[in-house]
């Protein structure tokens, strides 16, 4: 029987047709697989991102990855590179905003608000419009510049103490970091735990605080130094410290601010206006810009040190101390290691517990300060010193505030011609209790004897008071009664020094004493000094 070949050839072919069509679709449906596998991956690493950018958005980005990398990367490990890209932009904290990232996106709460400026576009007609806002968190803070229509509705809507989310380019500005805002939306529900207070206290300030105004009591001032900045301008910048009652603060004036440093004295009120808080080494500083200021006010401040007892310093501890000035030593000089020429001073100082000597550097060592002065030092580092004698170094971060009105002892103060004065007298020795003075012993009588009337004179003999209000006795007065006093030597020459922990006495004596000895005199005491006849 013949064959059909027609026929056979003709089912041969739908055999085969049959054949490529199911092939088809297996491999149309194992193509399937594979994409929704690939499809699962990238979703899985889409879910774990936590991004406000959409799918869609994140594997068009991904496929453009695939095809940039050639086929060396498949759609799981391309997902991977984006979303690592996207995180660099996420932004926990204002403190993890660095200049050259991407859009970044933050929290922050407003501190301050600028005023709505205009400016003239390159080649444009219209008119350009910007306005800065500071916002904070409690990592730090960050000016955010608003644009035209954002800058408008900020000026019509925005308020101090509104919590903002934000998102867009960081730059470094003329202030430091700022946001270029692309968006900007408040958050009523979100929290930011940053206080926003009309006036500030030193205990009020925390990190990241803007617009701050404080009115504090100076403890210290530095001179103005330079510096050069990364764009080859030169910086200039200083310090004061000023206390209240609920702590101090390093107050650092930057550029034109910072010839104010030299405007003020130790114990005058000043009040600081738009500030902003900064961290430098844990400690927090209250910084001054092109828009803060410094004034003196004529307001009651109170700053009470709470210093810590000699005896009880241990080295590696940074504390407060205060003591009267037992000793003294000049200004040296010497050479860094990088060429440029240091100093340093040495004093003693000496409170109701024990003594230490306090080095003080840089332009501390040229503060004005004799025997007899009462010293507060804050932010010292005890540290090992000579013959394994515990040592205070006042360095940068310390302040130096030589008390005034304190009393005799120890804390006796200056008299007018340089010389150490000797027993105070009743109507000028009385220290204030409180503040700074606190630290100035009370007034007592003016000898051991007890011979001083409320006058400040011997025997009942018309006082004369001198120009700067120092009392003394006529020549007339009479015999001094003999005083008999007991201390140690913290100066010797001309006069001898003594000091007994609580006051000091100018002895005027021939014999020939030691540094630190401990001896006892009797003499008649005429002007303060005791003209001693006996020592023993």
Not at 423 to 446: Q, R, W, Y
Request: glycine residues 12%; aromatic residues 4%.
């Amino acid at each position: 029987m013949a064959r059909d070949h027609g026929a056979g050839a003709r089912g041969e072919g739908a055999v085969d047709d049959g054949a490529e069509t199911a092939q088809g679709q297996r491999l149309s449906a194992e193509s399937t697989t594979l994409r929704g596998t690939r499809m699962g991956a990238i979703e899985d690493v889409y879910e774990d991102l936590e991004t406000d950018v959409e799918f869609e958005e994140f594997a068009a980005a991904v496929e453009d990855k695939v095809e940039q990398m050639g086929g060396l990367a498949d759609e799981e490990t391309a997902a991977m590179l984006i979303a690592h890209e996207l995180r660099d932009e996420e932004a926990d904290t204002i403190a993890d905003i660095e200049p050259g990232m991407n859009d970044v996106k933050f929290l922050g709460k407003v501190t301050s608000i600028g005023d709505v400026r205009t400016f003239d576009r390159d080649g444009e007609d219209d008119e350009g419009r910007v306005c800065n806002v500071d916002v904070a968190d409690a990592s730090g803070s960050v000016r955010v510049a608003l644009w035209d229509e954002m800058a408008t509705a900020a000026e019509e809507e925005l308020e101090v103490g509104q919590v903002l989310r934000v998102m867009g380019r960081p730059k470094e500005g003329y202030s430091g970091l700022e946001v270029s805002a692309d968006k900007v939306e408040p958050d009523e529900d979100a929290e930011v735990d940053v206080q926003v207070l009309d006036t500030y206290r030193v205990e009020d300030l925390s990190l990241g605080a803007s617009d701050v105004d404080l009115v504090g009591q100076v403890l210290d001032t530095d001179s103005v130094r330079t510096f050069d900045r990364d764009d080859g301008s030169e910086g200039r910048v200083a310090n004061l410290t000023v206390g209240d009652e609920t702590g101090r603060v390093r107050v650092t004036l930057w550029d034109e601010k910072a010839d104010l440093a030299e405007a003020f004295e130790a114990g005058e009120v000043v009040e600081v206006g738009d500030g902003y808080v900064r961290e430098r080494d844990g400690d927090l500083e209250l910084h001054v810009g092109d828009r803060g200021t410094v004034d003196r006010v004529d307001e009651d401040v109170e700053y009470v040190p709470e210093t810590t007892d000699i005896a009880d310093l241990e080295i590696g501890q940074t504390v407060d101390i205060a003591g009267g000035v037992i000793e003294t030593d000049p200004v040296r000089t010497f050479d860094r290691d990088d060429g440029s020429e240091g100093q340093v001073r040495n004093v003693r100082i000496k409170d109701g517990t024990g003594e230490i000597r306090v080095a003080l550097w840089g332009d501390k060592a040229d503060r004005d300060i004799d025997l007899a002065d009462r010293v507060v030092f804050t932010d010292v580092e005890i540290q090992d010193g000579w013959q394994d004698d515990l040592e205070a170094s006042a360095n940068w971060r310390s302040t130096v505030s030589v008390l005034d009105g304190a009393g005799d002892g120890a804390g006796g103060g200056r008299a007018t011609d340089g010389s150490t004065a000797g027993a105070a007298d009743a109507t000028n020795a009385t220290a204030a209790d409180t503040g700074l003075d606190a630290f100035g012993d009370s007034a007592g009588p003016a000898d051991s004897a007890g011979t001083a009337d409320s006058t400040g004179t011997a025997d009942g003999a018309e006082a004369v008071t001198d120009g700067d209000g120092t009392v003394t006795a006529p020549a007339d007065a009479g015999p001094a009664d003999d005083v008999e006093f007991t201390g140690t030597v913290v100066q010797t020459g001309d006069p001898v020094v003594l000091d007994d922990g609580e006051r000091t006495k100018s002895v005027e004596t021939d014999a020939s004493l030691r540094l630190g000895e401990e001896v006892t005199v009797r003499g008649p005491e005429r002007d303060g000094t005791i003209h001693a006849e006996d020592v023993f």
